[in-house]
């Protein structure tokens, strides 16, 4: 019944993304980088030098609402880098072959601008709240754009559902109840009281776990996986001669597609780009409208740098991880595949990188919680915190014990829902974002 009721819903997921999502995320992107003239290359160091100029801001020295532009950026973060860049990607290149990475590099490069002009319009049509801080994000645009609330009203449901992360938390709690050997109820226990802690504290409590977390695993990261690619440096070329081929003769290690395996490659890529990198899916913007800087343009830049770090940068190195060791095509679960990795070649990783994934699988958790809390607050402004308490407690706990490629396939169908609805919205509103 189950794998039955799955496999319609992957049918859907196919469509979705294979055949309408792709092309938006391609052609939308490619309109935009014509329109803003390659701003996210030929203005790449202007965007540097707003990340810099941030990392000074002391919002101690100024009288102003909401929170400082850096937390704002590493809280939107807290949502992209973590577990997708290193269990999602590892699925995406499972089942579309390493060419996946490429057609998300396309995706990440052309959708660096739809995350700019989502991050634009969610400073530039928020409203100030009652808490010292800012409602925006794609309920407060999209009014611009229809008369009524009921499109506004089904994006804010949809986040409501996205908000609730089961794919991380399914991943987090089967990571540290398999490799440690804890009781998974009390995994879920804890996870869910940690989670409510934070959420408590608002995007302020969210803000500084994630800022302090988010650096030190970039470098770490970066530095292991670094290490190991140039212990295998020889097999670079080789590993880059892979992934290019397989991109446009399709390398599938698993799994059937409505098509050829070509799509497949591109429908992963584009599909793990987008949730990895929060593409189009209106998360962003709605975090990010928290800051306290009041220039859209400059809040915005810090989104491009964001998909740098995201896909460039880490699923990037994941991808060549998995490639240049050979491990890709073996048959060990996604969860598991950058743990093997990186324990042919440092010591302690069942300890350690069990530990790792859950922090990550923490700041995207309480980042995901934190908009899903506004959302259900912007759908039922009285009661809407309580309701999304409990539909989240209990999504998590079932969810819990669901495969979880299932899981995924659930949070991608609804990304790929809000994507529609935001860029729709974002297109229509284009007018209203320079650069």
């Excluded at 807290?78 to 390493?98: E, F, K, L, R, S």
């Excluded at 996946?100 to 990440?108: G, H, K, L, N, P």
């Excluded at 446009?248 to 793990?272: E, Y």
């Amino acid at each position: 019944m189950i794998d039955t009721i799955f496999s319609y819903l992957n049918f859907i997921d196919d469509i979705l993304w294979g055949y309408i999502c792709v092309p938006i995320v391609i052609i939308l992107g490619l309109y935009f980088t014509i329109l803003f003239r390659f701003a996210q290359f030929l203005k790449f160091k202007l965007i540097l030098k707003t990340f810099a100029e941030f990392t000074c801001f002391k919002k101690d020295n100024y009288n102003i609402r909401g929170i400082t532009p850096l937390r704002a950026f590493f809280t939107s973060l807290g949502g992209c880098i973590g577990v997708g860049n290193i269990i999602a990607v590892c699925t995406a290149v499972q089942i579309g072959g390493p060419g996946a990475i490429f057609w998300m590099w396309i995706a990440a490069f052309f959708g660096m601008l739809i995350k700019y002009s989502e991050v634009y319009l969610g400073i530039k049509f928020r409203i100030a709240n009652k808490l010292g801080g800012f409602d925006g994000g794609p309920m407060f645009y999209l009014q611009k754009i229809f008369k009524s609330r009921y499109i506004p009203n089904l994006f804010a449901f949809l986040m409501v559902i996205y908000g609730a992360e089961i794919y991380i938390f399914n991943v987090i709690t089967n990571t540290i109840s398999i490799n440690w050997g804890f009781s998974k109820y009390m995994v879920i226990f804890i996870t869910l009281s940690l989670i409510i802690y934070t959420s408590i504290g608002g995007v302020d409590r969210v803000g500084k776990i994630c800022s302090t977390l988010i650096p030190f695993f970039l470098v770490l990261y970066t530095l292991m996986a670094l290490t190991v690619l140039f212990m295998h440096g020889d097999k670079i070329l080789s590993t880059l001669h892979v992934i290019f081929v397989s991109a446009f003769s399709g390398h599938a290690a698993v799994g059937g597609f409505l098509g050829s395996s070509v799509l497949l490659s591109m429908s992963q890529g584009v599909a793990r780009a987008a949730y990895s990198g929060d593409i189009g899916t209106g998360f962003a913007p709605i975090i990010h409208a928290e800051s306290c800087e009041i220039e859209p343009a400059k809040q915005a830049r810090l989104a491009i740098f964001g998909i740098f770090l995201d896909t460039f940068l880490i699923c990037t190195l994941s991808t060549l991880l998995l490639v240049v060791t050979d491990i890709w095509h073996q048959n060990i679960p996604a969860s598991m595949l950058i743990q093997t990795v990186l324990g042919q070649h440092f010591p302690m990783m069942e300890i350690f990188m069990p530990l790792f994934i859950y922090l990550l699988g923490y700041t995207t958790l309480v980042s995901f919680f934190f908009v899903g809390l506004k959302c259900a607050k912007f759908l039922f402004p009285t009661k809407g915190q309580i309701f999304y308490y409990c539909f989240a407690i209990t999504v998590f706990t079932i969810f819990s014990f669901v495969e979880p490629n299932y899981v995924l396939l659930v949070m991608s169908i609804a990304g790929a829902c809000l994507l529609l609805i935001n860029v729709f919205g974002i297109y229509r509103l284009r007018k209203e974002i320079s650069i």
